[in-house]
């Protein structure tokens, strides 16, 4: 089973900057990664699939990068309403398509 | 639109069994797969399995492999998580996704907390 290790496990960050999210993989998983943004009380939503595309009405600030093991996602100016708890998962090997622990973003 | 609505909360005591559903609208429901993951009180996401609408095909995780069981009603576009024997451990949101089989998860239902306790 492919180990997903996020970090850092919290990031705080004043809103306008900003944030850097990692994810590694324990072996390659080409570029079959995705992230996913929950907030509270809701349903994990998908940002960004194939490590980089966005998905559909995600805004341009949300990028992402990284092949093999090392992912980034990236926020360029944070929104109020982007702080949330942030995961990526793969999906090259598997079963399982397992996911990263989170990387909780908050003001 | 597509959308996945579950089934509501469930409350159940240990060893019992519980079955909640994900119906599905917007879109061709044998098209994609149907995942479900959960997620504990204050935890991360956790892989459960998928089934293949078309044709009924599952594949578990293996921690859930034998508890488990994932289905579909294509007369109904509806896909099912039955879970047996709970213990306190299986107190948690289910969601189910959407997905293609070699894809990430681009559509979810809003969860259905299940809560066992004697």
């Known amino acids: 089973e492919i180990v997903m290790t996020q970090s850092p496990a919290s990031l705080s960050v004043s809103p306008g900057e900003r944030a850097t999210l990692s994810c590694r993989a324990s072996?390659?998983?080409?570029?079959?990664l995705a992230w996913y943004q929950q907030k509270p009380g809701q349903a994990p939503r998908l940002l960004i699939y194939?490590?980089?595309t966005r998905a559909t009405g995600v805004p341009a600030r949300f990028s992402g990068s990284g092949s093999g093991t090392e992912f980034t996602l990236t926020i360029s100016s944070l929104q109020s309403e982007d702080f949330a708890v942030y995961y990526c998962?793969?999906?090259?090997?598997?079963?399982?398509?397992?996911f990263g622990q989170g990387t909780k973003l908050e003001i | 639109e597509v959308q996945l609505i579950q089934s509501g909360a469930e409350v159940t005591k240990p060893g019992a069994s519980v079955k909640i559903s994900c119906k599905d609208s917007?879109?061709?429901?044998?098209?994609?797969?149907i995942y479900w993951v959960q997620q504990a009180p204050g935890k991360g996401l956790e892989w459960v399995g998928l089934?293949?609408?078309?044709?009924?095909?599952?594949i578990y995780a293996e921690r859930f492999q034998g508890r488990v069981t994932i289905t579909a009603d294509t007369s109904t576009d509806t896909a099912y998580l039955e879970l047996n024997s709970l213990r306190s451990e299986d107190t948690a949101v289910y969601y189910c996704?959407?997905?293609?089989?070699?894809?990430?998860?681009?559509?979810w239902g809003q969860g259905t907390l299940v809560t066992v306790s004697s």
């Open positions: 996704a959407r997905g293609r089989i070699a894809g990430y998860f681009d559509y």
């Open positions: 917007g879109y061709t429901f044998i098209d994609y797969y």
């Open positions: 089934v293949d609408p078309e044709d009924g095909a599952t």
């Open positions: 072996q390659s998983v080409s570029s079959k």
């Open positions: 194939g490590a980089s």
């Open positions: 998962q793969q999906y090259n090997n598997w079963p399982p398509k397992t």
